[in-house]
């Protein structure tokens, strides 16, 4: 079944992506006549002279101090951001312990079924702030799990130049649930919006049979999106297909909150 993006939260990306063209059309707009010729025969004498006045700086800029609890907080995705039907998490889906927790043979397909299960894209030895949500579509059995992370941007690069490997080296390979049931599972590379710094998703689909003989069909979207110094990280699955649409307006929606954040005076617990 193909899920329809959120109305509150696919409207407030349409909204942005109005801004960032309005912005760009004022950019256009504000660009002054041709200087005479006589400004340009002085133009090189100022820039000799600028040049000689100009000092270089001493010390690089210093990096910004990893997001507090109470900054990362406030940069998660909410219900309201969503609407109808999402609404707060109330605990794992089945089809996480029935599909998700599995066995492959090829290592780097292993660790992605692992990160997946556990919902740590970044690995125990990436230290930093942390913040996590969950939110259930209960009509359709999806959830959506979101992240804000601040942590070394050696860490989170890591991350990024691993999932880009993903779609090459997993494209396609089978997997072993803990009951015994063979899932084929395929990964694919995903577009998303041109937002932060860096950014990879992946569609990572799964499909097979249950213990009992069932049919399945698991669909996840992954996403990690390095915002300066920060990150967001998220995965957004359930039985059947999910909304690409959606996917990227969690993106879009969720990277550009984050930078908001960062603007702000800093928020403590």
């Not at 700086?57 to 507090?68: E, I, V, W, Y």
């Not at 690069?157 to 803990?178: E, H, Q, S």
């Not at 969720?254 to 960062?262: S, V």
Request: charged share 20%.
């Amino acid at each position: 079944m193909t899920r329809t993006p959120s109305r509150v939260l696919v409207g407030a990306a349409m909204s942005a992506g109005a801004l960032v063209s309005v912005s760009a059309c004022g950019l256009i707009v504000g660009v002054g006549p041709e200087p005479d010729a006589g400004a340009k025969q002085q133009a090189p004498a100022a820039s000799h002279s600028a040049a000689h006045s100009a000092k270089p700086s001493a010390t690089a800029p210093a990096a910004p101090p990893p997001l507090t609890e109470a900054q990362a907080q406030a940069a998660l995705l909410t219900q309201a951001d969503l609407g109808a039907p999402w609404a707060p998490t109330q605990g794992a889906a089945t089809w996480r312990d029935g599909v998700l927790k599995a066995h492959a043979d090829v290592p780097e397909c292993h660790k992605l079924l692992d990160a997946l299960y556990t919902d740590d894209l970044f690995g125990a030895d990436a230290t930093g702030t942390r913040v996590v949500t969950g939110l259930d579509d209960a009509m359709d059995q999806a959830q959506l799990r979101y992240q804000v992370l601040s942590l070394r941007p050696a860490d989170v690069d890591r991350t990024l130049t691993w999932m880009k490997t993903l779609p090459k080296i997993c494209a396609r390979f089978t997997a072993v649930t803990g009951r015994g049931a063979l899932q084929n599972v395929r990964v694919d590379e995903t577009v998303l919006p041109v937002v932060g710094d860096d950014r990879q998703g992946l569609r990572v689909t799964f499909t097979g049979a249950t213990a009992t003989g069932e049919q399945t069909l698991l669909t996840l979207d992954v996403a990690v999106v390095r915002v300066g110094e920060d990150a967001i990280a998220l995965t957004h699955g359930g039985p059947g297909d999910v909304s690409a649409d959606a996917t990227k307006a969690f993106v879009q929606v969720g990277a550009q909150r984050l930078a908001d954040i960062r603007k702000q005076p800093r928020l403590r617990v």
